[in-house]
């Protein structure tokens, strides 16, 4: 059975643009990995990365011809997650999100350059005591190109 990415309109007005972004993460470019986020719920969240040949990373990985490195990809879908997990405190800006797990991580196909990214997580079960169990995958189109099981806690700065 294949995983089918939920239904959304890449096109409509995000939820939250990168500046909005950027009020839930401590992370800046090159290293801030989501451009933006289309819908959230208390248990789920979507959001989405643009490949673009200008990333720093595609100068090593592999010049003639270029991939996105799977740890990057894991970060972009740990960030994906870190918004959806700040936003269960009313002050985001107080926290950070550390990740103490990453499980099960599969990449299906390659994602290259030009290539848009959704990334859908889900809470595995409720967070309790600052503890965030989740479930995500990565699209290309329609396509399944990465999941992973992670595990985060958040910290008051």
Do not use: W
Not at 78 to 88: C, P
């Amino acid at each position: 059975m294949e995983l089918k990415l939920p239904d959304f309109d890449l096109f409509a007005k995000p939820l939250f643009n990168v500046e909005d972004v950027m009020r839930f993460l401590p992370h800046r470019p090159p290293f801030l990995f989501v451009d933006k986020i289309m819908s959230m719920t208390d248990s789920n969240i979507l959001g989405i990365k643009n490949v673009s040949m200008n990333e720093p990373f595609f100068v090593g990985h592999f010049p003639k011809e270029p991939v996105m490195p799977g740890v990057i990809q894991v970060e972009a879908m740990a960030q994906v997650g870190g918004v959806l997990i700040l936003n269960s405190v009313p002050d985001p800006e107080n926290y950070l999100t550390y990740f103490l797990k990453i499980d099960g991580v599969k990449f299906r196909a390659k994602v290259v350059p030009g290539d848009t990214l959704v990334f859908y997580l889900e809470l595995a079960s409720p967070i309790r005591r600052g503890i965030c169990h989740m479930y995500g995958n990565a699209f290309v189109g329609s396509k399944q190109v990465m999941e992973a099981e992670m595990m985060a806690q958040i910290v008051k700065k």
